[in-house]
């Protein structure tokens, strides 16, 4: 892994997701081989990175390896743009499937009577997410993953497919 932090080849696709990082707000950290490999973004004392930018890198590190199989059983050549749209789409994915069980879960609480128990997933999602806390409304992404998602064009619609067949999926394992 230490390799690929800072292999030559992969450089660029670090620096697009450092630059994504960057663009939400979050501090730099102090070493960005330390965060990408452990959330490590302070030494003295070490102090772990937010929440949501070691969700980042995971989707990232995900991306990552799932081209460096296609690079090993495929023969493929890395293509920086192909892993960085990669990470694109399952950043969006996830943000998209997280939402919908936002909502879902705060539609049953605020009709049972109960007052809203999911602020933790809430404040997950808010640097990624424009969210109305009072209603729970999905407002739109943050405008940097808006802009990422065009870069590399991924469409709205792209993403609700996939959701759509996720629900699916898992009705269908609901039922069984």
Known sequence: MLHFTRCRKCQSYWSIVKD?????????????WRARLFGVWKRNPQTLGNAVALGIYRHAWQALYKHFTKIETENRPFVTREVARSFAYKLARALRWRVMDYTKRETRTSLSGNPPASTKALSKMKPLAKIDPNTGEYLGMHPALVELLAQYE????????WVRRRRE????????
């Open 169 to 176: 999926l898992r009705q269908a394992e609901d039922e069984n």
């Open 154 to 161: 991924i469409t709205d619609e792209e993403i609700e497919k």
């Open 20 to 32: 994504f990082i960057l663009e939400l707000g979050f501090e730099a950290p102090e070493h960005w």
